[in-house]
C-alpha cells in the first residue's frame, strides 16, 4: 500500500489491514509521542496531579492532529467495504459536537438562570446515544467481514466471489527452444535461385557421332 492509498478514502480495506496498517501504527505513534513529552519535560509525569495528568504535550497534540485524516481513510474504506457511505462517519462528529455543545450550554447559560435541569437532561441522552453510535461503528469498522464479492465501492479485498480469477504467470521458454514442427517463415517476395544455364552444347552428341570414321573400308556386299 504506497503513501497515496493509506490517505486515500476510494475503495475498500479488510479487517486485517484496518487493524495492522492503520490502529497499530497510529496507536504506536501516540504512545511515542507521550513519552518524548514526559522526557522532554514537555508534559506532567505520572505523578502529577490529576487535572494535570489529563494535559497532552506538544508532540502528542501535534501527533494527534497529524492522526486525524489516515484514522478517516481507514475508518471510511472500512465502511466501504460493509457497503456503507462514509457520511456515517459525519454523522458521528456532528452528534459529538451537538453534545458538546448541549454541555457547553448547561455548564454556562442553564445553572445560573436555573434551568440547568433540562440541558442537563438533554445532555446525558445525548451522551449515551454518542456512545452507542460509537461502540457501532467500533463494530462496524474493526469486527465485522465486508461484503463478499464487489459491491458499489470496489472489489472485494479478500478476493471473493465476482472476484479476478487467479491464474498462473506463463513461463518464459528456455533460450533456443522452438515448438515441434516449426519452420521460420520466409522473407517477404524470396524466391529461390534458379539454377544455372547448362554450357554450349550440353546434352548434344559430339559432331560426326554415328557415321563411320574417314579412310575406313566399307564392308563387302556378298549377294
Keep these: 500500500m504506497t503513501i497515496g492509498q493509506w490517505l486515500g478514502f476510494q475503495g475498500r ?48 497534540g501535534l501527533v494527534s492532529l497529524l492522526s486525524i485524516w489516515p484514522s478517516l481513510a481507514g475508518a471510511i474504506k472500512r465502511l466501504h467495504d460493509r457497503d456503507r457511505s462514509g457520511w456515517w462517519i459525519g454523522g458521528f462528529y456532528l452528534l459529538a459536537a451537538a453534545v458538546a455543545a448541549a454541555a457547553l450550554f448547561t455548564a454556562t447559560l442553564g445553572m445560573p438562570h436555573g434551568g440547568g435541569g433540562g ?43 465476482g472476484g479476478p480469477a487467479w491464474q498462473q504467470p506463463p513461463m518464459a521458454p528456455p533460450p533456443g527452444w522452438q515448438p515441434q514442427g516449426w519452420q521460420p517463415p520466409p522473407a517477404p517476395g524470396w524466391q529461390p535461385p534458379a539454377p544455372p544455364a547448362p554450357p554450349p552444347g550440353h546434352g548434344q552428341p559430339p559432331p560426326g557421332y554415328g557415321q563411320p570414321p574417314r579412310g575406313s573400308v566399307p564392308p563387302v556386299r556378298r549377294d
Design 119 to 161: 440541558a442537563a437532561a438533554v445532555t446525558l441522552v445525548g451522551a449515551v446515544l454518542l456512545i452507542g453510535y460509537g461502540l457501532w461503528l467500533i463494530v462496524e469498522t474493526g469486527f465485522l467481514r465486508g461484503t463478499p464479492g464487489p459491491n458499489r465501492y470496489g472489489p472485494d479485498p479478500l478476493g471473493g466471489p
Design 13 to 60: 480495506i479488510g479487517r486485517k489491514t484496518f487493524w495492522l496498517g492503520y490502529i497499530l501504527p497510529l496507536f504506536a505513534a501516540s504512545i511515542l509521542a507521550s513519552i518524548l513529552d514526559a522526557a522532554l519535560g514537555l508534559a506532567p509525569m505520572g505523578d502529577a496531579r490529576p487535572a494535570e495528568g489529563a494535559e497532552v504535550g506538544p508532540i502528542g
